[in-house]
DNA sequence: GTCCAGGAGTGAT
DNA sequence: ATCACTCATGGA
């Protein structure tokens, strides 16, 4: 299904690409053997690939340079972010390694519904529960020989729930169609809860079944912006009490509490670069040295 | 076979 | 409010 293309160069600041799409935000981008990122994002496929400082950007998409400012969320200055958040000798570390690590603004429903997914699973096995859904009830794309599925909508879902339940879901699959109809139904309205302030939105977001204080954060933080979330996992768990909490003793309320008052409005950034220095650390020290490292461009 | 994974719901204290 | 238990699946 191939279709019409088109192609921008674009200058970014600070970014890198593989730590950005591959530090477990988002789970839809394949890299290919050219170190390009082949992905499906809304209603188009994207292929990019970075050069230095520029991204070159081939896509379905008409407009495809407004499209990154907004996926990427180029205007805001990650220099000065990393700046405030930089607090010890830890964080540091993290911004060091895991420089050019981006937050993005993911598609609300997409990214709630992948989130759902999440729940006591690792990220290989959401990748496939996700790309099994698309594959099944989403739309085709293709782009330069590369083909993906476009995620589907919540109707799409209530309408084949039979479909929904081969999917390997797991005990997940119920909370993912009950999410798909309290949408559809119009009970609950991303768009709106999108721009509520940041507590009232995880309030919000919790009604859903399934739905708990991490996940809710990672949908305000990964979706909606709100970089004062701090979604608390196990690496997070793990990696602040040994940081911070030597001693024990602390559950993740009072982590998400300290971590909120310790790095400030822009928590959400810190919790992205620990999660992402210290599970890569960790995976290095059980693998080889040179396993997980970011590719030179 | 056992443990773990970007957790959350439920029921008992 | 905080605990222990359970949920379904795949990989190590």
């Known amino acids: 299904m191939q279709q019409r293309c088109h192609k921008i160069g674009i200058a970014i600041g600070n970014l890198s690409l593989y730590y950005t799409l591959e530090c477990g935000q988002t789970f839809r981008w394949k890299r290919t053997?050219?170190?390009?990122?082949?992905?499906?994002?809304?209603?188009?496929a994207f292929l990019i690939k970075q050069h230095g400082?520029?991204?070159?950007?081939?896509?379905t998409e008409r407009n495809v340079g407004e499209w990154a400012r907004k996926y990427f969320v180029l205007d805001v200055d990650l220099e000065s972010i990393l700046h405030?958040?930089?607090r010890d000798e830890h964080i540091h570390e993290a911004?060091?390694?895991?420089g050019g690590l981006r937050i993005l603004?993911?598609?609300?429903?997409?990214?709630?519904?992948?989130?759902?997914l999440s729940a006591n699973n690792n990220i290989p096995n959401i990748k496939r529960m996700v790309e099994n859904l698309s594959r099944r009830l989403g739309r085709i794309r293709g782009l330069e020989g590369y083909s993906g599925f476009t995620f589907p909508s919540p109707s799409a879902i209530t309408k084949n729930k039979d479909t929904v339940s081969k999917c390997g879901l797991g005990f997940r699959c119920d909370y993912l169609v009950e999410a798909a109809e309290t949408i559809k139904e119009g009970r609950e309205d991303l768009e709106r809860i999108g721009v509520l302030p940041y507590k009232e939105c995880r309030e919000e977001l919790m009604k859903f079944r399934g739905v708990g204080?991490?996940?809710?954060d990672c949908v305000a933080l990964f979706s909606f912006g709100m970089?004062?979330?701090?979604?608390?996992?196990?690496?997070?768990?793990?990696t602040l009490r040994n940081l911070y909490f030597p001693d024990g003793g602390v559950g993740d309320k009072q982590i998400w509490h300290f971590a909120r008052q310790y790095f400030g409005r822009y928590c959400?950034?810190?919790?992205?670069?620990l999660y992402c220095h210290y599970r890569l650390k960790r995976a290095r020290g059980l693998t080889s040295r040179t396993a997980g490292r970011a590719p030179t461009i």
């Not at 053997?33 to 188009?44: K, L, Q």
């Not at 204080?213 to 809710?216: E, Q, S």
């Open 213 to 216: 204080a991490k996940i809710a």
């Open 105 to 116: 603004r993911q598609e609300p429903w997409e990214t709630l519904a992948s989130y759902i």
């Open 33 to 44: 053997p050219g170190g390009s990122y082949f992905g499906i994002v809304g209603g188009d």
């Open 95 to 98: 911004i060091v390694s895991c």
């Open 268 to 273: 959400g950034y810190a919790q992205e670069y």
């Open 84 to 86: 405030e958040i930089d």
């Open 227 to 238: 970089y004062e979330a701090f979604p608390v996992d196990v690496w997070i768990r793990r």
């Open 53 to 59: 400082n520029i991204l070159e950007i081939a896509s």
